[in-house]
């Protein structure tokens, strides 16, 4: 079996081998396997679980590849020569290989080796990224180096070597290398002037490094310098000194409020930071200053003195809950833009109202301010008073202010703004003003319980993508996430200019008549998700004549509530809506039976129960049919089991995109479509489809994109797509194929622009012919070399379509074969040693028994005969009378005349011997010219004479000839205390026999002892202890 198996393994290399030679001349395999080529000449190489650099062969266009990426891999170790390959190489990106302990996921201790000329032998290379990965020092750089990131390493000294060939760096980041989650008990080790040979170093990042002092000796040419989050806690002009050139400064989370912070934090000592007044002055070309979480409980004019070019100033997460009511450090920034404010409150404590300082109103160039978390209850006029005249004012986020009362008409004073943001607060109706001024001036606080803090919960997904961004209006208000239970026209008057309009996330419970918005004669866009809406009246909304799109998702309990009707004939009177969603409400019953618009083009109507409706025979069977223009309907999660086609042809026939997405459909009826004649965009994925038959995709339709992704689809019918001549985009990932065949799609395959057939587990045989047809097309194929993989055979699974190994392809029949002949082996192995210990005595009888009958058998008995003169040779002690008699007239008798035609030559020495040869000859000739010597003995003590002589030349015999032809038959029970009878019997228990005193064992002992002198005593031999002589 051996033989066989090491045979046929050259064999079928040589057919495999074959086989891919016929792979490569049907298609080009991708050039990097087993990364795949995007554009712009990127090599992506992320998440691959590679252990090397791969080696992309020759035949690659390994000359184009401008940048690889080799991301979150686990490669410990660069060689010189892993990137030599590659002459145009810029851009390369390591990181996520061998993180620190504390940055990786399951803390495992890794390091990372790189040999010195590892990327000197990239003399091109631009820009690189080592960043989270265990390494201690900077390695060897290419002075073309322009971008260089070391961010999240174990690297915590830079030397005045480490960098100082590269003179065309600009851009260094060496961030967290020394911080909670990648501690190391000591801070980053800038040495002095270590920076100072890079002249055209613009970016420098040093975040999270436990720094204490900002770096001697920069070079003047910075613009970025970011020193957030260290433990720089004093900074004083000199530290800035010649930085004349900056313009972004980031030095906030040096003197942290730990009460606000959401990792760990060390307390900010007492009476500091230290800022000194003129740290600044000198820096004017600053734009961007960023001192947030530093513990500032005062703001002053001075540390603003000559940054006439500020445009984004952070504050926010410090102690100015007083300042900003009184200072007048804003004075001079004329060009600030941005201003961040947030989480400057007092802790504990909610203020009853808040006015910002007249210094605000000098910011004239402000366009966006940002107040959120600095905890007041009461927003009037004269809150934001300085901010009205501020010509270009567009953003002001105030939510998670606990705001309770709100003047919103306030805010059409300001001229510009666009967007404010009042959620997450506690607005539960209009203002009653005279209650609002009486507590402004009683000045109350309230103290703040530790839960009011708890951060607010996280939105569920809304319809953003379905309705028009709210971006591009003139003005947008959101109060999602408030109290709010009604709504009432006093909360918008004087809002007549609001388009856009979010009261998501509250507890609005009323019924809605068309009077609510009165006051929003421009609202466009109007959210009211994940409420309680009553929706009964016919005229609900028709106030807003110019609403485009109507966000009603996520009001499930009015619709839950069992007898009460509900009427959407509100949507026939709203003549400009375009965009309406009614999604995850559960709505299955006693709801108007159409939908009415002419105007309305798309509608989300998933997370519904329209299986139930339609299941109500054709009560609900014209549902949508009255949306005359309507192009876009998600009808996704609406526990739909089946779709017939007299049900599809009432959707409304101008559908150019229909969603069924997460439903139960097991069938579809494809030439259904035909009802809808301008479709373009079916998606279907989530399903129970299993197989894509039922005739084809219909000639004439117009659909460019399919998705049946996510299915349990294992069979698709030849030719199914060949009739879509418009089809571009086909999903069939996460399903149950095994193979894509050529014959699915016709002359459609060329045409396709993506063909997605990812997470199928496909049967990678040697004769897959889909390998082939994705070479052909795979420029249409996301992820081919990468995401692509085998589902069988077991050795490949999981692995990539390309990832299969020669050795493992073998032809199916020959496959097979030796499937047969393996079990046949291990049944044999199994069955024989069991039959032998069961029955293996009545197997070797029967066997010689039939043996001993055939023709053949007695012609080799006569030539064994003619080869040696005698069966056996009889040694015994003539001077025993007993044992002589024994042997004349029993061992004789018994041997040679009752036995028949099988009966045994013996060579006794009386009768035998001849007269006139010496006794040694006459020994030496029987010994050697008979099968056995048989040993017949009364007593084994003493042994002498001719019993010695011959038991001697029969031992010289197994030295020559490697035959064992000793048989002992011992008459006296006391010969077996012979030591060499004891261990004979060990090793060759029938080749020893004993007499039998009992008349009944005599026949068997007849037997044995003619089997003893007939057979091999090779055959004897006891397995356990040796294997016996055998002959060469």
């Not at 109103?361 to 301010?369: F, I, Q, R, T």
Request: glycine share 6%; hydrophobic share 40%.
């Amino acid at each position: 079996m051996g033989f066989c198996c090491s045979a046929l393994h050259p064999l079928s290399l040589l057919v495999q081998a074959m086989v891919l030679a016929t792979t490569l001349a049907l298609g080009t395999l991708p050039a990097f396997l087993p990364c795949e080529l995007q554009p712009h000449g990127l090599v992506n190489c992320n998440w691959l679980f590679l252990k090397s650099v791969p080696h992309f062969s020759a035949a690659a266009p390994r000359g184009n590849v401008t940048s690889l990426s080799l991301s979150s891999n686990r490669i410990h170790h660069l060689h010189d020569s892993d990137f030599a390959h590659l002459p145009s190489l810029r851009r390369l990106n390591l990181k996520w290989n061998c993180p620190p302990v504390g940055l990786s996921p399951m803390h495992f201790p890794c390091h990372m080796t790189i040999e010195p000329s590892t990327f000197l032998a990239v003399p091109t290379l631009e820009e690189l990224n080592l960043s989270y990965n265990s390494i201690t020092t900077v390695p060897a750089l290419p002075k073309s180096l322009i971008s260089l990131s070391l961010s999240h390493t174990n690297i915590l000294v830079l030397g005045s070597d480490s960098l100082a060939s590269l003179h065309s760096l600009r851009f260094l980041f060496m961030d967290g290398n020394c911080y909670y989650k990648n501690p190391c008990r000591q801070e980053l080790e800038v040495a002095p002037g270590a920076l100072l040979g890079l002249g055209n170093l613009t970016h420098l990042s040093l975040k999270y490094n436990n720094l204490t002092v900002v770096p001697r000796n920069l070079p003047s040419s910075l613009e970025y310098l970011l020193l957030s989050y260290n433990r720089i806690i004093k900074l004083a002009p000199e530290d800035l000194a010649n930085l004349t050139a900056l313009r972004v400064l980031d030095v906030g989370g040096n003197c942290r409020r730990c009460d606000h912070a959401p990792n760990p934090c060390m307390e900010c000592p007492r009476h500091f930071p230290q800022l000194h007044p003129d740290t600044f002055s000198h820096l004017s070309r600053l734009e961007g200053l960023v001192l947030k979480d530093s513990s500032l409980s005062w703001l002053n004019a001075s540390w603003f003195r000559g940054l006439g070019n500020l445009r984004v100033l952070d504050l926010s997460e410090n102690f100015l809950y007083k300042c900003i009511t009184k200072t007048k450090a804003f004075q001079g920034l004329t060009q600030l833009r941005k201003l961040n404010l947030s989480f400057n409150y007092h802790k504990r404590v909610s203020f009853a109202h808040l006015s910002l300082a007249p210094s605000f109103g000098s910011l004239v160039a402000l366009k966006e301010l940002d107040m959120h978390g600095i905890f007041f209850r009461s927003l009037d006029e004269t809150t934001l008073r300085p901010l009205a005249h501020l010509p270009v004012l567009q953003t002001l986020r105030l939510q998670m202010n606990f705001i309770s009362q709100a003047q919103l008409g306030i805010f059409r004073a300001f001229p510009g703004l666009r967007y404010v943001d009042l959620s997450d607060n506690r607005i539960s109706g209009a203002s009653e003003l005279t209650a609002t001024m009486q507590e402004v001036d009683g000045g109350e606080k309230v103290w703040l319980q530790p839960g009011d803090l708890a951060p607010a919960p996280v939105d569920t997904p809304s319809s953003e993508d379905f309705r028009p961004n709210c971006s591009t209006l003139n003005f947008t208000l959101d109060l999602s996430r408030n109290n709010l239970v009604t709504v009432q026209p006093e909360m918008f008057a004087q809002l007549s200019h609001l388009q856009c309009l979010r009261l998501s996330h509250n507890c609005i419970s009323q019924a809605v008549n068309g009077s609510q918005f009165l006051p929003l004669t421009s609202l466009q866009v109007l959210d009211l998700s994940h409420n309680k809406l009553d929706l009964y009246h016919e005229h609900s909304f028709t106030e807003l004549p110019r609403l485009e799109a109507l966000d009603l998702s996520y009001n499930s309990q009015p619709f839950g509530m069992q007898g009460v009707g509900h009427n959407f004939s509100f949507v026939a009177h709203l003549r400009t809506l375009r965009h309406l969603s009614l999604a995850h409400n559960n709505i299955h019953s006693q709801v108007s039976q159409q939908l009415c618009s002419t105007s309305l083009r798309a509608l989300d109507f998933s997370g519904n129960a329209l299986g139930r409706m339609w299941a109500e025979g054709d009560l609900y069977l014209h549902f949508f049919q009255g949306l005359s223009v309507l192009i876009w309907l998600d009808l996704s999660q609406n526990r739909l089991h089946t779709l017939l086609p007299h049900t599809l042809g009432k959707l409304p026939k101008s559908l150019q995109v229909l969603r069924l997405r997460d439903n139960y459909l097991a069938f579809f009826r494809w030439r259904s479509l035909i009802h809808l004649p301008k479709l373009e965009v079916l998606d279907l994925a989530g399903n129970q489809l299993k197989a894509l038959t039922n005739g084809s995709l219909p000639s004439g339709t117009r659909l460019r994109r399919l998705d049946v992704s996510c299915n349990s689809i294992s069979f698709v019918a030849p030719g199914f797509f060949s009739k879509a001549k418009e089809l571009r985009e086909l999903n069939l990932s996460a399903n149950a194929l095994k193979t894509v065949d050529p014959s699915w799609f016709g002359p459609l395959a060329s045409a396709l622009q993506i063909l997605d057939v990812s997470a199928n587990p496909l049967h990678c045989a040697c004769g897959a012919a889909f390998i082939d047809f994705l070479l052909e097309v795979q420029a249409a194929v996301p992820g081919l070399p990468s995401r692509v993989k085998c589902g069988s055979p077991g050795q490949l699974q999981g692995l990539s379509i390309f990832a299969q190994d020669l050795r493992l392809c073998l032809d199916e029949a020959l496959s097979w074969d030796c499937f047969t002949l393996s079990l046949l082996a291990v049944a044999l192995g199994l069955g024989v040693p069991m039959l032998h210990h069961l029955c293996g005595w009545d197997l070797w009888y029967c066997f010689h028994l039939c043996l001993a009958w055939l023709p053949w058998r007695g012609r080799q008995s006569g030539q064994g005969e003619d080869a040696l003169p005698y069966d056996a040779f009889v040694v015994f002690d003539k001077t025993q009378s007993a044992v002589a008699d024994w042997v004349y007239n029993e061992l004789r008798g018994q041997l040679e005349e009752r036995r028949g035609r099988w009966a045994l030559r013996l060579c006794l020495e009386e009768r035998d011997w001849l007269p006139g040869k010496t006794l040694f000859e006459n020994l030496w000739a029987s010994v050697y010219g008979s099968r056995k010597t048989l040993f017949v003995l009364a007593h084994t003590d003493r042994v002498s004479g001719l019993l010695r002589a011959s038991f001697l030349l029969a031992q010289q015999r197994l030295l020559e000839d490697r035959k064992d032809v000793v048989v002992l038959v011992i008459l006296s029970p006391d010969g077996r205390r012979s030591r060499y009878v004891r261990l004979r019997q060990r090793l060759c228990r029938q080749s020893v026999l004993l007499w039998p005193h009992q008349p009944s064992g005599q026949r068997s002992f007849w037997a044995q002892l003619g089997m003893a002198l007939t057979r091999d005593n090779h055959h004897f031999y006891n397995r356990n202890f040796c294997q016996g002589p055998t002959a060469e």
